[in-house]
């Protein structure tokens, strides 16, 4: 779990992983069990996928997050830093300290591939953040080095018509803008610092 922070996962998935890499005969029933008690321990949290569009709910697979990122460090002794990983489950805690409940969003979309086929695709939106009444839609992009990048971390920002806020939240040393489409850009340094960022 700590080497896959931020990654689609599910017992059945961490199941054939063990069987495969371990020659393990451990089931997807008692690894089910060992994840709730790493979340009764509050030691992880697991963020479900989120239909934005047919409004419901996809049980697995879901992600796992770690409520303390210097323990996973520890955990798997400081071998692997993929700061993208690591600044997503920065701010999945820092939502969550926030009270807000933190689901991952998924938006089915039909596209047509090269051959003109019709190809039902996935995008995936990073953050569905809830909190009384208030919905924002959060994308984490470690940087934004050119046009072409940008236009793949919002593609899936686009793709949602409802009203509530749209965000990228990025290491880059950015001031704070919104561009035509209405999604706001911010430094991931703005948004820890001022626990307001997301009302603005």
Not at 63 to 87: C, P, V, W
Not at 144 to 157: C, N
Not at 171 to 192: A, K, V
Request: charged share 30%; hydrophobic share 35%; proline share 2%.
């Amino acid at each position: 779990m700590a080497s896959s922070i931020g990654g689609l996962t599910n017992p059945s998935k961490l199941e054939n992983t063990f069987q495969s890499a371990k020659h393990s005969t451990i089931t997807h029933t008692t690894i089910k069990s060992y994840l709730d008690m790493l979340q009764d321990v509050f030691l992880i949290e697991r963020s479900v996928r989120y239909d934005i569009k047919g409004r419901k709910y996809i049980d697995t697979p879901a992600k796992y997050y770690f409520s303390d990122l210097g323990l996973r460090n520890a955990r798997i002794n400081f071998r692997q830093y993929e700061e993208t990983h690591l600044m997503e489950n920065l701010i999945y805690n820092e939502l969550r300290l926030r009270g807000m409940s933190v689901d991952v969003g998924v938006v089915v979309k039909n596209e047509k591939d090269a051959n003109g086929v019709s190809v039902r695709k996935q995008l995936e939106v990073d953050f569905v953040c809830n909190q009384g009444s208030q919905r924002y839609y959060i994308q984490s992009a470690l940087r934004l080095p050119s046009e072409e990048k940008r236009e793949q971390e919002v593609r899936s920002l686009k793709s949602i018509n409802d009203s509530f806020r749209k965000f990228v939240i990025t290491e880059d040393l950015i001031s704070r803008y919104q561009d035509n489409e209405g999604i706001t850009y911010m430094s991931i340094y703005e948004f820890l610092l001022d626990e307001n960022s997301l009302q603005i």
